[in-house]
């Protein structure tokens, strides 16, 4: 069984409203691909654990994880991988030039504790799981533990990917593996501090709020909603998106807008109208300037552009 492709730039999930493989197997692959700068896989968190490595161009992975709050981002090169801790928000894009695939690979730790009343949780798994500073591992081939973790995560994807009988056994034996890897050299948690708590804050906060806005963006929505689903003022709002990942609240919004206006312009017939409608723009002048300074094109023009090249394929 191939793997499944994940949703590239004009997909968008604060919060994956999806399950990731099934509740008796919570663990599923995929296969992230960038085209270019513009493609993206915007800001977004989930519960499950995560590994990704570029096989082929570069990948830019933004995350809200340092102590201080603020967002770090690296480029990862073919054979560089991330391992990100649950509910920490993260985003990936693809930068100009050559085209970049990431197999990436996604699980619930219960895959791997069971239980917590199981000694995996209380003796290992919770101390990784719940520390407030660890946030991701960046896996480089240079690294041997490293080097050993992305061997067994290209095994869980390979093996995931075929799905041969007993598969299973195997994954979960491949990200045990990973997760006893992480444990053996992660560095000891620090005490609470108040600036780590103002972190933890704000990661909760933010879940919220790109949460709520998944849900709405469609609709008309009013900065005074997105700062009510997180128990904010309008200022504090605006400050905790700046401090979080780097942007406006309501930009954010415009950006789900026209990521979701690309995929329609890509994948459907529908006419300009209905797909500014059916973005959350209530203005089909503003939906065409917003979308000419995001894509250097017109809506018009991006369809029929794509058009044409899909025309050339094979």
């Known amino acids: 069984m191939e793997p499944q492709e994940k949703r590239t730039a004009s997909d ?26 513009e493609d993206t896989f915007p800001w977004h968190w989930h519960e499950e654990l995560e590994i990704a490595f570029v096989t082929q161009g570069m990948v830019t992975v933004s995350l809200h994880a340092d102590q201080s709050g603020h967002v770090q981002s690296f480029s990862l090169r073919p054979g560089e991988g991330v391992f990100i801790n649950r509910r920490i928000p993260h985003s990936y894009s693809g930068t100009d030039g050559e ?22 949780w209380e003796k290992y798994l919770k101390r990784l799981l719940l520390s407030p500073s660890f946030s991701h591992v960046l896996l480089s081939p240079e690294n041997s533990w490293q080097t050993a973790l992305l061997k067994q995560a290209q095994a869980a994807f ?17 990200l045990s593996e990973v997760l006893l ?15 780590g708590s103002r972190h933890q804050a704000d990661a ?44 406006s609240p309501m930009q954010y919004t415009i950006d789900l807008r026209l990521r979701r206006a690309r995929q329609l312009l890509l994948e459907t017939d529908l ?44």
């Open 271 to 314: 006419p300009l109208v209905d797909i500014c409608t059916e973005c959350g723009f209530q203005d089909q002048s503003y939906f065409i300037k917003a979308f000419r300074e995001r894509m250097g094109t017109s809506p018009a023009r991006f369809r029929k552009e794509a058009g044409a090249k899909a025309s050339f394929l094979p």
């Open 12 to 37: 968008s999930v604060p919060k994956e409203n999806i399950r990731h493989g099934e509740a008796l197997f919570p663990c599923a692959v995929y296969l992230d691909q960038y085209q270019n700068g």
């Open 181 to 195: 890897l992480l444990l053996q050299n992660m560095a000891k948690a620090p005490d609470h501090a108040e600036e």
């Open 99 to 120: 085209a970049a695939l990431m197999p990436n690979l996604l699980f619930l730790p219960s895959l791997v504790y069971g239980s917590k009343d199981s000694v995996y």
């Open 204 to 247: 909760e906060r933010i879940r919220r709020m790109l949460s709520f806005i998944q849900e709405h963006y469609t609709e008309p929505v009013s900065l005074q909603q997105i700062a009510d689903s997180a128990f904010l003022g309008k200022r504090e709002c605006l400050r905790c998106f700046q401090r979080t990942i780097g942007t």
């Open 158 to 174: 390979s093996l995931l990917s075929a799905r041969d009988f007993g598969y299973e056994f195997r994954v979960r034996s491949a």
